[in-house]
DNA sequence: CTGAAAGCGCTTACAG
DNA sequence: CTGAAAGCGCTTACAG
């Protein structure tokens, strides 16, 4: 079928050792002597050999994939943590391939992954997948769960990450926090704790119904009519979000910190070069990635982990937050 | 390692025949009696039985894996695609997995795909990585390319789409029409080839820059000051930056389609659930996937395969183009 | 219609 | 330090 590749036993012929020989050599058994080594690896180098993972993974029993699921493409939140997983696992000698849950599973059914790794995923046991997944006794964790009750799980603390947004906010004199987005996410929530622990008015009002684009936000605040009592600050539901509110705000006429402060969720890249560099608060990302690789390891040799492993998300102020004028942004308006 | 699965062995132990007609009967041999054909699929049904497909790739040489290699994740149409794509592969008995190229393709050093897929890959011949992937000798095209010289390649005739939607406008009375888009695009030499075919001027001004977001659809054409030779209608880039632009031309109290005509490009399900319901041109989604998996399947098989195949883009009517009122919507400006 | 046997390309005790 | 051998779980001619 394919132009035959050449294997283990082409090179032993070429090195005049055994194949097994070439299999250690290759692989960095210690026992080798070096200048067998050397040899095996110069003709592996020049015949351009590539392992056999069909056969590695056979013999070994272990295909070093790991699985990660993902429910949605469109926040360019994955992009960037798929991208230092990948980073992370590919130091620990592991492959990671991208599944969408969208497109179903049935990839697990031909592909062995040595674990599988779910984003934030809303587990529900009876979904005949996780009956399935479960049969196969694959190690797996939730990242960014909030609770999987018996099974390990990274948690981030979203609510405790609103709270140093808001404490951060109250700090520079903010008594009027308000909030762009989708009362489902567990971040309103988190936001009304907040306010509640620093002796603040909770107002529905203050919150603008912002589902997760950059449409959602810049709407959201296109439509909120500002008053003397609004909000002197926000806090964005991500980095999306934020964004559109961001553009919105500024087109409305306010100066975004002088007239109005903002904080937007996920700390990715892009936040600080937005129109005005965005104060974030957000999970530390390669911080995420490495223990997210770490644990599916431990989970993968069988050692025991305490879960949840919990990642608290950090502030980082850039250009978008100032100390409340009081009433300014009311007068400018 | 895992909890020990059931193999082959353990099945013909239970059912009284030999592993190999385990085997047979489970991959439907015809030669198989159907009284044993059905004990052995009770046995294998019950014990939860899963074929190890390292085994299954290691004997018969083949992963039944196609690579799906992307870009970029943001679009909504490659969600789209991928899914289309991956329904028409699973038909004829191949997995998809979802390579992003921004996390890099060491997975195929460790995955043997029989195939390959790339999206809209601007080649390059002199990348190391395919370098690499073309000493692997796996079957592969280039989804959505212009062209690929001495390579099978699937293209989607853009410029004959643009083609149809300048004709479409043309014919309802149009006769200045813009476009909203990158001019790096190949669309946008479309538009300006299609004006010429028409006999119609192309003004450099009637071009509104958006490279591909909502936001950048949404900002060319608010950036945009609308006077007496305005276009009386305009071409979207894609689904995001059309929408984009649709708000926008709402937002100025245009009316669409009554005081200007708006063609989106990308057929996307969403384009029809707009505000208004978006007049497209695309390539016909559900034929891509089908025609991609039929050449991969064909590459795969050695089958002599002609190229390029060219995909068609299809005009929808919907409602946000009408006939043009000629200075209507600068008047009601 | 069924089975024995070889083989896919590796890994890994085990013996030397 | 190296090699012979068994084995991973299948597929697939081949013989019957």
């Known amino acids: 079928m394919y132009l035959r590749m050449i294997t283990i036993k082409d090179i032993a012929k070429l090195a005049g050792v055994s194949y097994s020989t070439v299999s250690k050599a290759l692989n960095g058994n210690p026992l080798i002597k070096p200048a067998t080594r050397k040899k095996v690896m ?22 070093h994939i790991i699985g990660f699921v993902l429910d949605e493409l469109s926040n360019p939140l994955f992009a960037n943590i798929s991208k230092n997983l990948h ?52 190690p797996w964790f939730l990242l960014g769960a909030d609770e999987n009750p018996n099974s390990p ?15 951060h906010l109250q700090e520079l004199g903010h008594s009027r926090i308000g909030f762009i987005g989708n009362s489902q996410d567990v971040k309103v929530a988190g936001y009304k704790e907040a306010l509640a622990r620093k002796g603040l008015e909770v107002h529905e009002e203050y919150v603008l119904p912002a589902y997760s ?28 979000v934020t964004k559109g ?24 890249p892009e936040m600080q070069y937005a129109e005005v560099a965005l104060t974030t608060v957000g999970p530390p990302l390669d911080e995420l990635a490495v223990q997210a690789a770490e644990l599916i390891v431990s989970l993968i040799k069988k050692e025991t982990v305490s879960y949840p492993v919990v990642i608290q998300p950090l502030l980082h102020e850039r250009s978008s937050v100032a100390r ?10």
Request: glycine share 6%; charged share 30%; with cysteine.
């Open 42 to 63: 110069e003709i592996a180098e020049k015949h351009n050999y590539r392992k056999n993972i069909m056969a590695t993974q056979l013999s070994s029993g272990r295909s």
């Open 245 to 268: 509110a961001l553009r919105a705000l500024l087109e409305a006429g306010l100066k975004v910190p002088e007239d109005i402060s903002l904080i937007g969720y996920d700390d990715l």
């Open 213 to 240: 684009t950059w449409e959602d936000g810049y709407m959201a605040v296109r439509n909120y009519r500002f008053h003397q009592g609004s909000p002197t600050a926000f806090i964005g539901l991500n980095s999306m």
């Open 324 to 333: 409340c004028k009081e009433r300014t942004h009311i007068e400018n308006n």
């Open 153 to 167: 799980y990274i948690k981030i603390d979203r609510k405790e990450g609103i709270y140093k947004a808001v404490e």
């Open 87 to 138: 980073l992370e696992l590919k130091k620990r000698g592991y492959q990671m391939i991208l599944v969408v849950s969208t497109d179903g599973y049935d990839i697990f059914s031909q592909l062995r992954v040595d674990g599988c790794i779910f984003w934030d995923y809303r587990l529900d046991k009876s979904d005949p997948f996780m009956k399935d997944f479960s049969n196969l006794h694959i």
